[in-house]
């Protein structure tokens, strides 16, 4: 869906397959450094796994679209893999829906697309908060990306914030929470604030579980295109948009 303006030198064919490589690269020359720190600390076990995460995306995700295509030899251990993941996880190969009826299609697997849908003001953004959200942030510390085209980005997060504290959402918009709970949640609210600030300085080079809260960037164009900036910035697991 990019349009490329002409360009007399090489097709677009061409700029696409530079820009592979380039990615490629750029994710080798990373990855090389993290492999020499761990075998600096002889943790040759978190060497090792680097180095088959490092594989495994090369092969996924740069050198070959394997979302669009799959050969034979690739889709027999991808088949194999799977199998072991179900019987490992109960049946789920992703991470789990908030309702047990749900699982029944193997969880929220990597690469799919679910949509909810339902006329104007039946709850959509409150189950897909759920679902996309907060069940993934708080069960499988996933980071979270909530694209939000309806609503400020301080509305999406009071909404969040008070689903996360388990508050009645109605006391928290009309100012009536009790002064008990209004004062447990401060302290567990800045708790978790510490508990955040603490992770991102303990794994800056790697990923850790957190929610962004966005609206598409009109000078990014406030489509799609500014939807795959965030997501190439923020690198998360779920993406929701509302």
């Not at 019987?87 to 309702?99: D, H, K, N, Q, R």
């Given at each position: 869906n990019y349009v490329i303006e002409t360009c007399p030198e090489e097709t677009a064919e061409e700029l696409l397959k530079d820009l592979s490589e380039s990615r490629a690269k750029a994710l080798i020359q990373s990855g090389i450094v993290a492999l020499d720190e761990h075998l600096r600390l002889h943790d040759l076990d978190k060497a090792i796994t680097h180095l088959n995460a490092l594989v495994r995306d090369l092969g996924e995700n740069l050198l070959r679209p394997s979302h669009q295509s799959c050969d034979l030899v690739d889709a027999i251990p991808t088949f194999m893999e799977n199998i072991d993941r179900v019987?490992?996880?109960?049946?789920?190969?992703?991470?789990?829906?908030?309702?047990e009826p749900l699982?029944?299609?193997?969880?929220?697997?990597?690469?799919?697309?679910?949509?909810?849908?339902?006329?104007?003001k039946n709850g959509k953004t409150w189950i897909g908060l759920e679902i996309g959200c907060i069940h993934p942030f708080e069960v499988a510390n996933a980071r979270v990306l909530v694209v939000s085209n309806e609503m400020p980005v301080r509305q999406i997060w009071r909404r969040i914030l008070a689903r996360i504290r388990r508050l009645d959402y109605s006391d928290v918009v009309q100012g009536s929470l009790p002064l008990d709970a209004r004062d447990e949640s401060f302290d567990m609210l800045t708790q978790m604030q510490e508990d955040q600030l603490l992770s991102m300085r303990q794994e800056m080079a790697h990923s850790y579980r957190d929610i962004r809260v966005c609206r598409p960037s009109l000078s990014e164009g406030g489509g799609v295109n500014a939807v795959k900036n965030e997501i190439d910035r923020f690198k998360p697991d779920v993406v929701l948009v509302d």
């Open positions: 019987s490992a996880g109960g049946g789920l190969v992703g991470m789990p829906y908030p309702w699982n029944c299609t193997g969880g929220m697997e990597p690469g799919t697309l679910t949509i909810v849908y339902a006329p104007a």
